[in-house]
């Protein structure tokens, strides 16, 4: 299985890379447009602020490309950020794959939320094995509101959009590389996809 984590200069790339290592998988990285539409597996990783994210996608070309796949695509925290319709930080206009847009966290809680929550609502195969209410690793100061797209849910302050999903295309707004064996599995589920 041919799995391509995208390399666009704003990810979380090498933890990532460990832990599909660790479930008996090779990732590579690449920005070749060609070896990313070639992929069995695509994973969309984004760690930093969202308009200069979206800029090095423009640069390289993968804003066009990115809603364009057709195989099974993880989108990871700020990954799964842009591919909604726009995002509060910076303005930013998203790839719009889900009809969505991210909001900054009110002055109710403190931001960012670091660390664990528990993930609830659980309605996809990305989740399969998975318990309500277990803890998943988060670092975000932005979310995207619950909708049709929604797949997982948190609540911090008010309830939001832990994963999402649309066709193919998945997202985390948490780090299943970063949220122990729950993330693994998670991870898991989706290379079986």
Known sequence: MKIV?????AGNIQSIKFAIKRLGHTAILSNDV????NADRVIF??????????AKLWESGLHDLIPSLKQPVLGICLGMQLMCNASEE???EGLGIFDVNVLKFG????VPQIGWNQIT?????????????????????FYAPVCAETIAECEYGSRYSAALQKD??????????????VGENILFNFLKM
């Open 34 to 37: 060609e070896e990313i539409r």
């Open 121 to 141: 609502n659980l309605k996809s195969q990305l989740f399969k094995g998975i318990n309500e209410k277990e803890h998943i690793y988060l670092v975000h100061s």
């Open 45 to 54: 990783p984004g760690v930093g602020e969202a308009s200069s994210a979206m």
């Open 90 to 92: 910076g303005g930013t």
């Open 168 to 181: 193919n295309f998945y997202a985390t707004q948490f780090h299943p590389e970063k949220s122990s064996t």
């Open 107 to 110: 002055t109710t809680v403190k």
């Open 5 to 9: 984590i995208i390399n666009y200069g």
